[in-house]
């Protein structure tokens, strides 16, 4: 740490989230302990996990991979589901600004306080690809919860960014992270590499994953966005929150098979 850093007390600095309290909207059912998880407490859990790992190298306990025992159930299967790419902004700038072990911590913290956002809003972890989490909430039997679920998901992960991460982070003077999410729905297809049923690769191809892709990839940092099919799943209170997006010079090309433009909603703060 260099004399311009900030030092913490050794206790875990107090930062309260901005609010009035719990946003009832945003409560969240773990799958696991089925315990009823408020977003001021997420917050203040991401807080002291990052916290311990910035001071004292505190790695995450592991988890149990759900998604995998999952997917290994149904594989060769087709399934509904909905389909959350969260990528963290400029992580390339991070790990040119800062050492090696401290860019591990941060990108290490990033992927798993998404990754529990993701299990707290009922829905697996598919993998981590780089500075990106991909998660998946099936929809074979419900269409309406996962899609629900997975915008209240993307919204919990915007908070505990900007109320939970950058916080912790400001206390070192490191730069505040920024998520781009995108999610869409749709059918995809499990897949297993491999004759071995308990350990080849399993996974999931189709064009929603695609799509989710390249939705995230339009969204400007800190901006969620969701495909046509997702927004009509939602509820009509959740529905007010978005607007259509309006693409300018060709940017959004991806069409319907009936050759219309598939129309994509923006999140509004």
Known sequence: MTSSEK?????????????????LIDM????????????????????????????????????EDESDTFLRKHVFSR?????????LVGSTQITLDLPEDKVAIIITCFAQEMAQTIRHHGGFVLKFVGDAVIGYFPAEENQLQPADNAVMCAKSMLSVIQKGINPILNQYDYPDLAIKVGIDYGQNMIVRYGSDATK???????PVMNIAAKIQSMAKPNQILIGDDVYNRIHPSIQNSFEKAVWKNNEWKYNRDDGTLYPIWIHLD
């Open 28 to 63: 969240m059912l773990s799958k696991s302990s089925e315990r009823v998880v408020d977003s001021e407490t997420l917050i203040k859990e991401t807080q002291n996990r990052v916290w311990r790992a910035l001071k004292s190298g505190y790695e995450y306990s592991p988890q």
């Open 200 to 206: 080849s690769h399993v996974d999931i191809l189709g």
């Open 7 to 23: 030092k913490p007390s050794a206790d875990m600095p107090e930062v309260k989230p901005s609010g009035k309290g719990p946003d």
């Open 79 to 87: 399934m509904k589901m909905v389909v959350l790419y969260v990528d």
